[in-house]
C-alpha cells in the first residue's frame, strides 16, 4: 500500500513531537509514532508518551502495541504501521515523527540490512547538545515528580521478565539512580544524532514549527509504501 506521509525525525528531548503536533493541527494531520519505546503499554511517564488527549485528538499510531514482556522489531513496526495507515482517510495528511533511526531505514529503505541503496534523505532536527542535555534533565526531574519510580516498580510487578528489547528503555533498569538515567538518556540523544547522520542523508532543520513547516513545503510530503 502506498500513502504519502510527512517526515520529521531527531534526537530525544529536540523537541520533534511537540513541533509535529502544532503542525497537525494545523493541516489536520494524523500522527504516526516512529519510536521504538513508545510501543510498550504501560511505559507512559519514562517514555514521554503522548497523553491520551493527544493520542486522541492526532489519532497517533505505533504507540500501546505491545506488553513490556513481549519483543519488537522494525518488521513488527512496519506491519503495526502499516495496519494503522490503512485506517487512515485518503484525504488526512499523515505524519511520521520519532527518534528510532531503524524505522525510518525500514520504511524508506526496506528491511534488506545489506542496505545497498543509497540513505535516504529526510528532516532532520539539528540542535545543540548542550541544550538537549537542559532539556533532559529538566524532564527527568518532571518524570519523577509525576512517579516514574512508582511507574517502574509496578511494571516489573506486573511483568517479571522483560523481552531483550524492552529491556533497553531507559529509565526502567531496576537499581538506576537518576544520575545513571540522566547519562544513558544523554548518550541516546549522542547516538541518535551520529546515525542520523550516517545511516540518512539529513535535511537539517532548526527546532522550530517555521524551519519544520518549510522544510515541509520544499521537499515533503515523502511517498512511502507500507507492509499491510
Known sequence: MHRKAYLLAGPTASGKSSIASRLAEEMGAWILSADSMLVYRGMDIGTAKPSLEERERFHI????IVTPAEAFSSGAWLRAAGEWVSQVPEDVPIIIVG???LYFSALLRGLDRKWEKPPPEYPVIKIDRAVVRERIASRLDQMYMEGLEEEKARLHEQYPVWSKTASLA?????GDTKEQIFIRTCQLAKRQDTWFRHQSTPIYVEPTVESVRECWRKHGPWELRFLV
Not at 170 to 174: A, C, E
Open 99 to 101: 527518534g528510532t533511526g
Open 170 to 174: 531507559i529509565g526502567y533498569r531496576q
Open 61 to 64: 499510531g505505533g504507540v500501546d
